[in-house]
């Protein structure tokens, strides 16, 4: 019955030509976007540094890049399959480099845990950087 359910719940979110998990693909990236934004106005100094918030927002992106992925990254969601994607067909035709993709972000975003000042916070946010654009420019596809 629970498999039922589960499907039931995963047709229904696919249905009517809008794709769901493009959506919440989206709003995963804007919500690591909004806790680099954190980092990255505390690495600027634009931001007072606080440790608390510096750990939160380190550790939410790497949960938010430890996520399992196969209810967000389903096959024929790429772009110009689905409206709004960005996704390259690369994501699922080279699946392990996209998963390691998202290790690196999740390593770096890590080792910003317990950075104890600015500038550690700094060249943290090198790290973090760097991983979402090799990740962004092997498989994101450009603006529809």
Known sequence: MCGMVATAGFAASHAGGENKSVEARHHQMQMIAYHTGILGGIAKGEMEYDSAMVDAAASNIA??????????WIEGTEQGAAADSRAKPEIWSDAE?????????????????GAGDTAAVGAGMGDIGGACKACHEKYRGPEN
Request: overall charge negative; proline content about 0%; charged content about 20%.
């Open 97 to 113: 480099g996209f998963a390691a993709a998202f290790e690196d972000l999740e390593t770096a975003a890590s080792a910003v845990v």
């Open 63 to 72: 949960s938010l890049a430890a996520m399992e992925r196969a209810t967000l």
